[in-house]
């Protein structure tokens, strides 16, 4: 979850791309993965890594289509593209198993035992997250940040705006790509709801939860969101009413997330004690 959604502020915060349907990358890397290993009979190893090509690869075939559009028009279109490929895993039946998907994606034998594979998720999550940060910090980043605030002066500045942008969706995809993945194998079989709206919109609320600032937000906002979904499941049959409502609750309360929320109190207490003199 973490992985996903720091995929998805990487073009929605530095790209300032709005984007309704990344699930469609999080679920070409499932669908991916469960493919390379029941229908060619790779392993485990070569699926992690060719499925986020292949979830990279859409991306940047959506991303040519997407980069064009701008505003509303980008988020419909984004959203669009998404349901047409929730629509082909849920008939094409012969291929992905249609609404039943496909099953019995596990882990080899090694990587089965104790928490062997759970490190390597982690591993590779945080490789993952590593690496969205350098990308952030590298001038390829501070491009993606000029084109959002302003593409004309970025252009003038000598930045092939769309180019860039373009790029974005391609490492977004890559990393979401990797994320359904090791979603595929956690899980042993994926379906068609990996690539439907209610993924996206789990993607949106863990950024808008955790905060745009850094990328440290999304990581906050999937844990916040993930332990709320998981207490408030197991307290009542009506936890997605439940759910919304804490949602609701916390976004009026903390506008630029948990993350922001916490910056920014550290700025002030930070300030208070510089004009009283206090040192830490």
Known sequence: AALFAASLHFILGPGGLHSFGHAAYFGLGAYGAALLVRWLGLSMGAALLLAPLLAAAGALLYGWLCVRLSGVYLSMLTLALAQITWAIAFQWDGLTGGSNGITGIWPPAWASQGAAFYWLALALCGAGLYLLRRMLGAPFGWALRGARDSALRAEALGVDVRRVQWAAFGVAGLFAGLAGALFAFSKGSVAPDVLGVTKSVDGLVMVLLGGMQQLAGPLVGAVAFTGLHDSVARSSEYWRALLGGVMLLLVLLFPQ???????????????????TGVTP
């Open 257 to 275: 997330g948990i993350s922001g929320f916490a910056k920014t109190w550290q700025a002030r207490a930070a300030s208070k004690r510089k004009a």
